[in-house]
Protein backbone atom coordinates (compact mmCIF):
# COMPACT_ATOMS: atom_id res chain seq x y z
CA UNK A 1 0.00 0.00 0.00
CA UNK A 2 2.87 2.25 1.13
CA UNK A 3 4.70 1.57 -2.74
CA UNK A 4 1.25 2.55 -4.22
CA UNK A 5 0.56 5.37 -2.33
CA UNK A 6 4.39 7.39 -3.01
CA UNK A 7 4.19 6.24 -6.38
CA UNK A 8 0.40 8.17 -6.69
CA UNK A 9 2.54 11.04 -4.90
CA UNK A 10 4.84 11.30 -7.85
CA UNK A 11 2.46 11.25 -10.79
CA UNK A 12 0.28 14.37 -8.85
CA UNK A 13 4.07 16.05 -8.79
CA UNK A 14 5.01 15.70 -11.80
CA UNK A 15 1.29 16.31 -13.70
CA UNK A 16 1.48 19.29 -11.34
CA UNK A 17 4.67 20.27 -12.12
CA UNK A 18 3.89 20.35 -15.68
CA UNK A 19 0.63 21.60 -16.14
CA UNK A 20 0.01 24.55 -18.45
CA UNK A 21 -0.53 28.10 -17.01
CA UNK A 22 -4.32 28.90 -16.82
CA UNK A 23 -5.32 30.84 -19.64
CA UNK A 24 -7.15 34.52 -17.72
CA UNK A 25 -10.75 34.66 -18.04
CA UNK A 26 -12.43 38.13 -18.42
CA UNK A 27 -14.51 38.35 -15.62
CA UNK A 28 -18.23 37.55 -15.96
CA UNK A 29 -21.18 38.93 -14.76
CA UNK A 30 -22.62 35.55 -13.62
CA UNK A 31 -22.45 34.43 -10.53
CA UNK A 32 -20.42 31.47 -9.81
CA UNK A 33 -21.04 27.65 -9.62
CA UNK A 34 -22.12 26.25 -6.73
CA UNK A 35 -21.08 22.76 -5.74
CA UNK A 36 -24.38 21.77 -5.16
CA UNK A 37 -25.22 22.35 -8.64
CA UNK A 38 -27.16 25.15 -8.84
CA UNK A 39 -26.00 29.01 -9.51
CA UNK A 40 -26.90 31.76 -6.54
CA UNK A 41 -27.78 34.68 -6.24
CA UNK A 42 -29.58 35.15 -9.52
CA UNK A 43 -28.50 37.89 -11.50
CA UNK A 44 -30.88 40.77 -12.70
CA UNK A 45 -30.85 41.65 -16.16
CA UNK A 46 -29.28 45.16 -17.14
CA UNK A 47 -32.46 47.51 -17.30
CA UNK A 48 -33.09 48.26 -21.14
CA UNK A 49 -34.68 51.69 -22.61
CA UNK A 50 -38.30 50.95 -23.63
CA UNK A 51 -39.20 50.33 -26.93
CA UNK A 52 -42.28 49.94 -28.92
CA UNK A 53 -44.70 47.02 -28.28
CA UNK A 54 -42.11 44.05 -29.04
CA UNK A 55 -44.85 42.00 -29.89
CA UNK A 56 -45.66 43.47 -33.35
CA UNK A 57 -44.32 41.78 -35.90
CA UNK A 58 -43.56 42.19 -39.32
CA UNK A 59 -46.63 41.42 -41.42
CA UNK A 60 -46.70 37.97 -43.70
CA UNK A 61 -48.45 40.20 -46.37
CA UNK A 62 -45.11 41.82 -47.20
CA UNK A 63 -43.29 38.39 -48.26
CA UNK A 64 -42.46 38.75 -51.76
CA UNK A 65 -40.93 36.45 -54.10
CA UNK A 66 -38.04 39.03 -55.23
CA UNK A 67 -36.98 39.16 -50.96
CA UNK A 68 -36.95 35.88 -49.93
CA UNK A 69 -32.46 35.69 -48.83
CA UNK A 70 -33.25 33.83 -46.05
CA UNK A 71 -35.74 31.20 -47.17
CA UNK A 72 -34.10 30.59 -50.75
CA UNK A 73 -31.03 29.80 -48.60
CA UNK A 74 -32.83 27.30 -46.28
CA UNK A 75 -34.81 25.85 -48.88
CA UNK A 76 -31.81 25.64 -52.23
CA UNK A 77 -28.64 25.64 -49.92
CA UNK A 78 -28.46 24.22 -46.63
CA UNK A 79 -31.15 22.11 -47.70
CA UNK A 80 -32.75 21.97 -43.64
CA UNK A 81 -34.05 24.57 -41.24
CA UNK A 82 -32.15 24.57 -37.75
CA UNK A 83 -34.16 25.22 -34.82
CA UNK A 84 -33.20 26.29 -31.15
CA UNK A 85 -35.16 24.41 -28.83
CA UNK A 86 -35.45 22.37 -25.14
CA UNK A 87 -35.54 19.06 -24.73
CA UNK A 88 -36.80 19.18 -21.34
CA UNK A 89 -39.86 21.02 -21.12
CA UNK A 90 -42.35 18.44 -21.07
CA UNK A 91 -45.25 19.95 -22.62
CA UNK A 92 -43.32 21.90 -24.93
CA UNK A 93 -40.69 20.42 -26.26
CA UNK A 94 -39.33 17.04 -24.84
CA UNK A 95 -36.27 14.04 -26.21
CA UNK A 96 -37.56 10.89 -25.56
CA UNK A 97 -33.88 9.67 -24.45
CA UNK A 98 -34.47 5.73 -25.70
CA UNK A 99 -35.82 6.70 -29.40
CA UNK A 100 -34.27 10.48 -29.94
CA UNK A 101 -38.06 11.50 -30.67
CA UNK A 102 -38.80 15.18 -30.20
CA UNK A 103 -42.37 15.56 -28.79
CA UNK A 104 -44.95 18.40 -27.76
CA UNK A 105 -46.37 21.85 -28.54
CA UNK A 106 -43.68 23.67 -30.26
CA UNK A 107 -42.34 20.96 -31.71
CA UNK A 108 -45.53 20.29 -33.82
CA UNK A 109 -45.60 24.03 -34.19
CA UNK A 110 -42.16 23.60 -35.73
CA UNK A 111 -43.07 20.99 -37.87
CA UNK A 112 -46.40 22.76 -39.59
CA UNK A 113 -43.05 25.80 -40.25
CA UNK A 114 -40.89 23.26 -41.79
CA UNK A 115 -44.20 21.63 -43.83
CA UNK A 116 -45.07 24.54 -45.48
CA UNK A 117 -41.27 25.79 -45.87
CA UNK A 118 -40.28 22.35 -47.89
CA UNK A 119 -43.84 21.71 -49.09
CA UNK A 120 -44.60 18.27 -47.30
CA UNK A 121 -45.03 16.99 -43.66
CA UNK A 122 -41.71 15.92 -42.05
CA UNK A 123 -40.97 14.12 -38.80
CA UNK A 124 -38.42 15.44 -36.64
CA UNK A 125 -36.05 12.52 -38.00
CA UNK A 126 -36.03 14.19 -41.30
CA UNK A 127 -32.41 15.69 -42.34
CA UNK A 128 -34.10 18.87 -43.73
CA UNK A 129 -35.77 19.83 -39.85
CA UNK A 130 -32.50 19.72 -37.32
CA UNK A 131 -33.45 19.94 -33.72
CA UNK A 132 -30.65 21.36 -32.06
CA UNK A 133 -31.07 21.50 -28.28
CA UNK A 134 -30.00 23.97 -26.07
CA UNK A 135 -30.21 24.97 -22.21
CA UNK A 136 -32.61 28.22 -21.10
CA UNK A 137 -29.29 30.74 -20.26
CA UNK A 138 -28.08 30.36 -23.81
CA UNK A 139 -30.23 29.67 -26.13
CA UNK A 140 -30.92 33.14 -27.93
CA UNK A 141 -26.81 33.41 -28.55
CA UNK A 142 -27.83 30.76 -31.30
CA UNK A 143 -29.27 33.04 -33.37
CA UNK A 144 -26.66 34.79 -36.05
CA UNK A 145 -27.13 38.36 -35.27
CA UNK A 146 -24.45 41.10 -35.41
CA UNK A 147 -24.50 41.74 -31.54
CA UNK A 148 -24.79 38.24 -31.09
CA UNK A 149 -21.25 37.94 -33.34
CA UNK A 150 -19.72 40.54 -31.07
CA UNK A 151 -20.37 38.84 -27.94
CA UNK A 152 -18.89 35.53 -29.18
CA UNK A 153 -15.91 37.68 -30.41
CA UNK A 154 -15.36 38.30 -26.19
CA UNK A 155 -16.72 35.71 -24.90
CA UNK A 156 -15.35 31.96 -26.19
CA UNK A 157 -17.26 29.39 -24.68
CA UNK A 158 -20.36 30.64 -26.87
CA UNK A 159 -18.47 29.89 -29.89
CA UNK A 160 -19.74 26.48 -29.28
CA UNK A 161 -23.13 27.59 -29.46
CA UNK A 162 -24.59 26.35 -32.93
CA UNK A 163 -25.83 28.57 -35.25
CA UNK A 164 -30.03 28.39 -35.93
CA UNK A 165 -32.06 30.00 -37.92
CA UNK A 166 -35.23 30.29 -35.23
CA UNK A 167 -35.36 29.26 -31.41
CA UNK A 168 -38.86 28.39 -30.30
CA UNK A 169 -38.31 27.83 -26.51
CA UNK A 170 -41.19 29.43 -24.65
CA UNK A 171 -39.06 32.88 -25.16
CA UNK A 172 -40.72 35.44 -23.62
CA UNK A 173 -41.08 39.04 -26.03
CA UNK A 174 -38.84 41.59 -23.95
CA UNK A 175 -37.64 44.58 -25.08
CA UNK A 176 -34.20 43.54 -23.65
CA UNK A 177 -34.00 40.57 -25.45
CA UNK A 178 -34.31 42.47 -29.13
CA UNK A 179 -31.75 45.26 -27.53
CA UNK A 180 -29.62 42.80 -26.05
CA UNK A 181 -29.55 39.74 -29.04
CA UNK A 182 -30.20 42.08 -31.70
CA UNK A 183 -33.47 39.25 -32.55
CA UNK A 184 -36.81 40.41 -34.07
CA UNK A 185 -40.03 38.09 -32.72
CA UNK A 186 -42.69 36.61 -34.80
CA UNK A 187 -46.02 36.77 -34.02
CA UNK A 188 -46.83 35.82 -30.44
CA UNK A 189 -48.36 31.96 -30.76
CA UNK A 190 -48.56 31.26 -26.50
CA UNK A 191 -49.50 33.72 -23.90
CA UNK A 192 -49.01 32.57 -19.98
CA UNK A 193 -49.05 33.28 -16.42
CA UNK A 194 -45.64 32.76 -13.80
CA UNK A 195 -46.83 30.19 -11.10
CA UNK A 196 -45.32 28.60 -8.33
CA UNK A 197 -44.29 24.61 -7.60
CA UNK A 198 -43.68 23.30 -3.96
CA UNK A 199 -43.00 19.80 -2.48
CA UNK A 200 -45.55 18.01 -0.88
CA UNK A 201 -46.10 19.65 2.49
CA UNK A 202 -45.96 23.06 1.61
CA UNK A 203 -49.30 23.47 0.26
CA UNK A 204 -50.15 25.74 2.86
CA UNK A 205 -47.53 28.50 0.42
CA UNK A 206 -50.15 31.21 -0.85
CA UNK A 207 -47.40 33.34 -2.73
CA UNK A 208 -44.36 34.60 -2.88
CA UNK A 209 -44.65 36.36 0.10
CA UNK A 210 -44.82 33.09 2.26
CA UNK A 211 -41.54 32.23 1.16
CA UNK A 212 -39.24 35.07 3.24
CA UNK A 213 -35.77 33.70 3.70
CA UNK A 214 -36.52 30.64 1.47
CA UNK A 215 -34.57 30.04 -1.84
CA UNK A 216 -36.90 30.40 -5.05
CA UNK A 217 -35.50 29.22 -8.54
CA UNK A 218 -35.84 30.00 -12.27
CA UNK A 219 -33.78 29.96 -15.33
CA UNK A 220 -31.03 31.73 -16.17
CA UNK A 221 -31.42 34.93 -18.34
CA UNK A 222 -35.05 34.68 -18.41
CA UNK A 223 -37.90 36.94 -16.97
CA UNK A 224 -39.43 35.03 -14.40
CA UNK A 225 -35.41 35.22 -12.67
CA UNK A 226 -36.03 38.92 -12.94
CA UNK A 227 -39.21 39.61 -11.75
CA UNK A 228 -38.03 36.67 -8.78
CA UNK A 229 -34.99 39.57 -8.10
CA UNK A 230 -37.76 42.20 -8.15
CA UNK A 231 -39.63 40.62 -5.44
CA UNK A 232 -37.45 40.01 -2.93
CA UNK A 233 -36.51 43.26 -3.60
CA UNK A 234 -39.47 44.92 -2.87
CA UNK A 235 -39.76 42.61 -0.21
CA UNK A 236 -36.52 43.65 1.27
CA UNK A 237 -38.06 47.55 0.87
CA UNK A 238 -41.13 46.72 3.13
CA UNK A 239 -39.12 45.18 5.95
CA UNK A 240 -40.27 42.22 5.11
CA UNK A 241 -37.93 38.89 4.80
CA UNK A 242 -37.24 38.56 1.60
CA UNK A 243 -37.16 35.40 -0.80
CA UNK A 244 -33.71 34.07 -1.83
CA UNK A 245 -33.29 34.01 -5.90
CA UNK A 246 -31.34 30.96 -7.36
CA UNK A 247 -30.68 30.82 -10.85
CA UNK A 248 -29.29 27.85 -12.98
CA UNK A 249 -28.52 27.29 -16.71
CA UNK A 250 -31.93 25.02 -17.80
CA UNK A 251 -35.33 25.66 -15.96
CA UNK A 252 -35.64 22.35 -15.78
CA UNK A 253 -32.89 21.65 -13.49
CA UNK A 254 -35.03 23.79 -10.76
CA UNK A 255 -37.35 20.41 -10.37
CA UNK A 256 -34.23 18.47 -9.70
CA UNK A 257 -32.94 21.00 -7.11
CA UNK A 258 -36.74 21.01 -5.31
CA UNK A 259 -36.67 17.05 -5.59
CA UNK A 260 -33.11 17.31 -3.94
CA UNK A 261 -34.14 19.89 -1.32
CA UNK A 262 -32.03 22.23 -2.35
CA UNK A 263 -34.50 24.90 -3.14
CA UNK A 264 -38.11 25.62 -1.58
CA UNK A 265 -40.14 26.25 -4.45
CA UNK A 266 -39.67 26.81 -8.72
CA UNK A 267 -40.81 30.09 -10.00
CA UNK A 268 -41.64 29.85 -14.05
CA UNK A 269 -44.34 29.93 -16.51
CA UNK A 270 -47.31 28.08 -15.03
CA UNK A 271 -47.43 25.37 -18.39
CA UNK A 272 -43.66 24.77 -17.57
CA UNK A 273 -45.10 24.03 -13.90
CA UNK A 274 -47.64 21.42 -15.24
CA UNK A 275 -45.44 19.22 -17.39
CA UNK A 276 -43.49 18.95 -14.04
CA UNK A 277 -46.01 18.21 -12.23
CA UNK A 278 -47.21 15.49 -14.75
CA UNK A 279 -43.47 14.33 -14.49
CA UNK A 280 -43.58 13.96 -10.67
CA UNK A 281 -46.59 14.01 -8.76
CA UNK A 282 -45.26 14.75 -5.14
CA UNK A 283 -44.42 18.43 -6.36
CA UNK A 284 -47.19 20.78 -6.28
CA UNK A 285 -48.30 23.25 -8.86
CA UNK A 286 -50.04 26.07 -6.44
CA UNK A 287 -52.77 28.11 -7.36
CA UNK A 288 -50.55 30.83 -7.63
CA UNK A 289 -50.59 33.08 -10.84
CA UNK A 290 -48.87 36.30 -11.42
CA UNK A 291 -50.81 39.49 -11.55
CA UNK A 292 -49.59 40.09 -15.16
CA UNK A 293 -49.27 37.59 -17.79
CA UNK A 294 -46.30 37.24 -20.52
CA UNK A 295 -46.01 36.49 -24.51
CA UNK A 296 -43.98 34.00 -26.13
CA UNK A 297 -42.56 34.64 -29.69
CA UNK A 298 -40.27 32.75 -31.93
CA UNK A 299 -36.98 34.21 -32.07
CA UNK A 300 -35.09 34.86 -35.33
CA UNK A 301 -32.02 37.34 -36.73
CA UNK A 302 -32.92 40.45 -37.36
CA UNK A 303 -31.47 39.91 -40.45
CA UNK A 304 -33.99 37.60 -41.87
CA UNK A 305 -36.96 39.63 -42.18
CA UNK A 306 -38.37 37.42 -44.57
CA UNK A 307 -38.03 34.51 -42.95
CA UNK A 308 -39.99 36.00 -39.93
CA UNK A 309 -43.01 37.29 -42.39
CA UNK A 310 -42.84 33.57 -43.49
CA UNK A 311 -43.13 32.08 -40.03
CA UNK A 312 -46.08 34.81 -39.14
CA UNK A 313 -47.89 33.97 -42.26
CA UNK A 314 -47.78 30.01 -41.15
CA UNK A 315 -49.06 30.83 -37.19
CA UNK A 316 -52.09 32.99 -38.92
CA UNK A 317 -52.63 29.82 -40.86
CA UNK A 318 -52.51 27.99 -38.03
CA UNK A 319 -54.90 30.37 -36.10
CA UNK A 320 -57.37 30.44 -39.12
CA UNK A 321 -57.77 26.71 -39.91
CA UNK A 322 -58.23 25.90 -35.73
CA UNK A 323 -54.47 23.67 -35.81
CA UNK A 324 -52.68 25.81 -33.18
CA UNK A 325 -56.17 25.70 -31.17
CA UNK A 326 -55.96 21.92 -31.23
CA UNK A 327 -52.67 21.67 -30.42
CA UNK A 328 -53.28 23.93 -27.48
CA UNK A 329 -56.01 22.09 -25.96
CA UNK A 330 -54.17 18.87 -26.73
CA UNK A 331 -50.75 19.59 -24.74
CA UNK A 332 -52.30 22.52 -22.43
CA UNK A 333 -55.69 21.12 -21.38
CA UNK A 334 -55.30 19.63 -18.45
CA UNK A 335 -53.84 23.60 -16.87
CA UNK A 336 -57.12 25.37 -14.91
CA UNK A 337 -58.22 28.93 -16.71
CA UNK A 338 -55.27 28.82 -19.06
CA UNK A 339 -54.91 31.99 -20.76
CA UNK A 340 -55.76 31.73 -24.51
CA UNK A 341 -53.69 31.88 -27.56
CA UNK A 342 -52.89 35.79 -27.83
CA UNK A 343 -54.34 37.32 -31.68
CA UNK A 344 -51.40 38.61 -34.17
CA UNK A 345 -50.22 42.20 -34.03
CA UNK A 346 -48.13 43.64 -37.11
CA UNK A 347 -46.11 46.82 -37.83
CA UNK A 348 -46.94 47.01 -41.16
CA UNK A 349 -49.96 46.95 -43.33
Known amino acids: ???VLAALAAVLVVTGCSAPEPVAQEPRSAPDVLPNGYVSPAVHSPPVAPCPDPGRSLNPAGLTRAQMPTLNRIRNEDK????GLSQTAPLFSRRDLTTGEHTGFEVD????????LFGEPLSTSDPRLRLVTMP????????DTPKNRAVRERRPELREVPIVDLVIADVSITCERVQT?????????????????????????????????????SGAQTTNSDQMIEIS???????????????????????????????????TDVLILEGFRQQDPTAVLLDYRSP?????GIAISDEDPDLVRFVNGVLDRMRADGSLAALHTRWFGSVPNREPIPASRYVDP
Open 1 to 3: MRV
Open 80 to 83: RLIV
Open 109 to 116: VVRRIAQE
Open 136 to 143: TGSRLFAL
Open 181 to 217: YGLRYSAPYLTANTGLMVRRGDEGVRSPDDLGGREVC
Open 233 to 267: DRQRAEGKPAVIPVSVSDTSECLMLLQRGLVDAIY
Open 292 to 296: TAGEA
